[in-house]
Structures are given as structure tokens and as C-alpha cells.
């Protein structure tokens, strides 16, 4: 864990995407070692540390969530051949959005360009308190990818801090999440109520 909060005797953390880049480098050189993944969490907060750090304006905001895509896919994701996954908080109104319904990348600040620049977007719906799961959409793919569902129930296990899919849960449009067990002729639970693996994969 590279901590670029500023917290650290080194004070990182307002350098941007070139610092970030710059801390792998070093590491990767450092130890000798290969990259597999990559989380950066989260954009805004890079962003909004860099811009504080700079005397930035705070309208320039978009313009700097926009760039983090394209820059570390070239910076790290390219030159390390491996996977940059990029976390980016939805807003306070979303918040608001029941359990069981979609959420889109479009519900986070300053989104809208930053989802054009990615490969793939993956939405994690709000916790459903009763069971403890979640839907995750996938609110942008390539286009060459046809998934025959947009989503799937996925539950936190805080053992391992980790999600897996969850077959117990079933999302019915109308009533939020059912149990499986539940599902019947009477109910709205077609086959993009299901949480089978190879179908989002």
C-alpha cells in the first residue's frame, strides 16, 4: 500500500498522476518485482489534493478527473502491463438511491468525461441491510461485449475484504431484493433476476 495522503514524512500525495506513477516506478525498480493490479482510491480526492496543493481553482476540478484515466493507463497500466482499477465516490443525492436499483457512473461528481476515458465502468449498488448484499451493474463495457445481463448480487466479506456473487438474493424490479426461494410465476424475477457467474462473465 503506497500511502499518498500526505500523512507520511515524505508528504505524497499532491504530485497528481505523475507522482502516483513516479512511487510505482520506484517500488517496481526498487523490488524487483511485476505488477498485477492497481486501486487508486479514490480519483476526487487525488484531484481535490493536487488542485488544494497547487492554488488551483476548484472549477478546474473535471477537467483534472477527466485526465486520470488516459494517464495512468499510459503511466502504469501500459507500461507495467497490468490492471488499473480507479475508485470514485458517487454523490450525496445518490446516496439517497433504495437498494436494489441501478446506479450509473453518471451519479458521481464530475463523472461524465472521466466515464468516457475508462475501458470498463462497474457500479456498486447500496447495501440492502436486511441480507447484506449489493448489485453491481456494469454501467459501461466495450463494445464488442454483450453480456446476456447487466448485473449481478454481490456480498462484502470483511474476513477476507472481498466480494462474491451471492445466489441467495434476487432482484425484483418492483419489490428490491427478494430471496431466491421467494420467486415465483407472480413475481418479476425474469433470467436478469439471476446471479450465475458465467453470465457476467
Not at 62 to 68: E, G, N, T
Not at 114 to 134: A, D, M, T
Request: one cysteine or more; charged letters at 25%; glycine letters at 8%.
Amino acid at each position: 500500500i503506497l500511502d499518498m495522503s500526505g500523512s507520511t514524512p515524505a508528504k505524497l500525495g499532491k504530485g497528481f498522476t505523475s507522482e502516483l506513477i513516479s512511487q510505482i516506478d520506484k517500488y517496481v525498480a526498487a523490488n524487483k518485482v511485476q505488477i498485477g493490479t492497481v486501486c487508486v482510491d479514490y480519483v476526487k480526492l487525488m484531484a481535490d489534493r493536487h488542485i488544494a496543493a497547487n492554488g488551483n481553482k476548484m472549477e478546474n476540478l473535471r477537467h483534472y478527473i477527466r485526465r486520470v484515466p488516459a494517464e495512468l493507463s499510459v503511466g502504469i497500466d501500459i507500461k507495467h502491463n497490468c490492471v488499473v482499477w480507479l475508485l470514485h465516490q458517487i454523490s450525496g443525492e445518490a446516496n439517497s438511491i433504495r437498494p436494489g436499483k441501478a446506479l450509473h457512473h453518471s451519479h458521481s461528481s464530475e463523472s461524465k468525461d472521466f466515464g468516457e476515458n475508462v475501458h470498463r465502468v462497474f457500479c456498486l449498488g447500496q447495501k440492502h441491510e436486511e441480507s447484506g448484499v449489493q448489485r453491481m451493474d456494469a454501467s459501461k463495457l466495450r463494445s464488442d461485449e454483450t453480456p446476456s445481463k447487466s448485473y449481478v448480487v454481490v456480498k462484502f466479506d470483511g474476513e477476507t475484504s472481498s466480494f462474491s456473487l451471492d445466489n441467495n438474493w434476487i432482484i425484483d424490479e418492483h419489490a428490491g431484493f427478494v430471496k431466491a426461494s421467494y420467486s415465483g410465476s407472480s413475481m418479476d424475477v425474469s433470467s436478469r433476476g439471476k446471479s450465475k457467474e458465467e453470465d457476467f462473465n
